[in-house]
């Protein structure tokens, strides 16, 4: 079974530039998840989506940050304009949605703003 | 509020020595789940178990073992008999069925030959 899939790996931008991530999630996970780590710390929660729609976005800096994600399948993250706080790594995580089990990780995408 | 402390930052052993991890938890819901993650250097998180609040029988898989603990709510992870592939970050996360979880802030684990 292939896992998530994210991309780019890296990615290094200037501040007020723009920059967008990639999930693909296990097949057939209902539930995906965007993650912050910032250097040194755990991830934080960006947003979680079940299928289609938004379950929780509140920690989402919705000034500078959106998120989609199409056809219950495929997600985007975007930063608009990045700031240097932004430097981390993104993580996307996707589980199922009938029972609860782990959340299953991707690679990451790690962001260098400069 | 829920929260997940972790306070040991670094932990440095060398091979064959056992080490334990400590995880101390804060929620105020009565059905949860906890969770332990490794997080080598390419930077993938790797799952390695999942408890629910209603079982708190100690688990053994191979050199790992957990220890969960209600009545101080804690979730310890031991590695016994060190190997220099477990030199890692280590997380202990918590969360509820169908949420994001709550992580720690990590125990990085260096294991010297």
């Known amino acids: 079974e292939a896992g998530v899939a994210q991309s780019p790996r890296y990615k290094i931008i200037e501040k007020r530039q723009s920059v967008a991530f990639w999930c693909n999630p296990i097949?057939?996970?209902?539930?995906l998840y965007w993650y912050q780590q910032i250097l040194g710390q755990g991830p934080k929660l960006l947003i979680q989506?079940?299928?289609?729609?938004?379950?929780?976005d509140s920690q989402l800096p919705k000034d500078r940050f959106s998120a989609e994600r199409l056809k219950g399948v495929d997600s985007t993250l975007k930063i608009q304009p990045a700031k240097l706080e932004d430097s981390a790594v993104y993580l996307c995580a996707s589980s199922p949605l009938a029972a609860y089990n782990e959340q299953f990780f991707g690679p990451g995408t790690r962001l260098t703003v400069l | 509020a829920q929260k997940v402390t972790q306070a040991q930052t670094e932990i440095s052993v060398v091979e064959k020595e056992d080490v334990t991890l400590d995880c101390v938890y804060e929620t105020r819901d009565t059905t949860y789940y906890l969770f332990w993650y490794k997080q080598p250097p390419s930077g993938e998180l790797v799952f390695l178990i999942r408890?629910?609040?209603?079982?708190?029988q100690n688990e053994i898989s191979g050199r790992y073992s957990w220890n969960f603990q209600k009545s101080t709510s804690s979730f310890n992870f031991t590695i016994t008999a060190s190997q220099v592939v477990d030199s890692a970050v280590y997380f202990c996360a918590l969360g509820q069925a169908g949420t994001a979880l709550i992580f720690g802030k990590g125990t990085t684990l260096s294991v010297s030959s």
């Open positions: 097949s057939g996970h209902a539930t």
């Open positions: 408890r629910n609040s209603f079982d708190e």
């Open positions: 989506f079940q299928n289609n729609g938004v379950v929780d």
